[in-house]
């Protein structure tokens, strides 16, 4: 049976060390990080992960500040609150929760971001440094970050010419993460919804990251035996509408079956989804200490 690689411990080791670091930062430079998190609408799921990631900031230390604006808010007023955001000395990570309502340009919004204070990643100029290996000045992508870290949990830090595969080709993602795997010397296919025999393309992964969206689509025999599998997905499976079963959360990856080959596995929840926030909380700290000098 697979390794399960537990992203809650790892997570709790990023959050302890990103604690210390504000604490060290606020004694020598008197620079508490700032975090403001923009919603848009009453997305349920949207929500829940924009209350934690501020419960989580507050936790670290940090300056911590949400703006709920309704849904049918104008892009110029939400182009404006950027811009004020953009001149505040107190914040140093902007991040406005996706999806945004169809009214508005959600490109266009991102990249009226400060790319300094970008730390979701998501600014051309950060995907830009990405994509051209400067990763040492670049803000990434939180989930890809995170889930890079949990791969190097396993396989150590080189991973020089495994053959990755990375399903899914999202901005948020896919691609991202397809550039951490290259950046790090890794064979990457990028599989998606258009590839020919996707089974046989994941069976060549001894890395395979799974971020499509679509409940237990990788199947146990589509996994190399010793692969190390990364479920990204987070998909809500509705309770049946009769008999006692409840709503239940699973992954893009047929986790039973999958853990019988791989030789390490993330589960659903508590696997990839804690080192997202830690991550952010991370690009944050990292951000305000940059502006610190
Ligand atoms: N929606 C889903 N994932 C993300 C993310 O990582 N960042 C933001 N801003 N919105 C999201």
Redesign the pocket.
């Known amino acids: 049976m697979a390794e399960v690689i537990d992203g809650k411990l790892v997570a709790e080791d990023v959050v302890a060390t990103v604690k210390r670091l504000t604490a060290d930062l606020l004694a020598k430079h008197g620079v508490t990080p700032g975090l403001a998190?923009v919603i848009v609408g009453e997305d349920p799921a949207?929500q829940v992960?924009v209350s934690s990631k501020g419960k989580k900031a507050k936790e670290c230390g940090f300056h911590s500040v949400q703006h709920t604006l309704p849904a049918d808010t104008g892009e110029a007023e939400l182009l404006k609150l950027i811009g004020d955001l953009n001149a505040d000395p107190a914040i140093h990570g902007i991040?406005?929760?996706?999806?945004l309502p169809d009214h508005v340009d959600a490109g266009k919004v991102?990249q009226t971001i400060a790319p300094e204070k970008d730390v979701?990643g998501?600014h051309f100029i950060n995907v830009g440094k990405l994509g051209t290996g400067e990763l040492a000045t670049a803000f990434v992508?939180?989930?890809p970050a995170g889930s890079m870290l949990l791969i190097e949990r396993v396989r150590g830090k080189d991973l020089s010419g495994l053959n990755a595969v990375v399903v899914g080709r999202s901005n948020?993602?896919g691609k991202p993460m397809a550039n951490l795997l290259l950046a790090a010397n890794c064979t990457v296919t990028i599989a998606h919804s258009r590839t020919k025999d996707l089974p046989a393309i994941a069976r060549t992964a001894d890395i395979l990251v799974a971020a499509v969206g679509r409940p237990e689509m990788i199947k146990g025999d589509w996994v190399k035996p010793g692969a190390t599998v990364i479920d990204v997905g987070i998909n809500r499976i509705p309770a049946p509408e009769k008999g006692e079963g409840k709503s239940r959360l699973v992954g893009d990856v047929a986790y039973a079956e999958a853990a019988k080959v791989a030789g390490a596995i993330t589960p659903v929840p508590g696997g990839v989804g804690p080192m997202?926030i830690a991550m952010?909380m991370a690009n944050t700290l990292v951000s305000a200490s940059l502006a610190a000098g």
């Open positions: 998190v949207s992960y991040l406005v929760q996706l999806p991102i979701d998501f992508p939180c989930t948020i993602v997202t952010l």
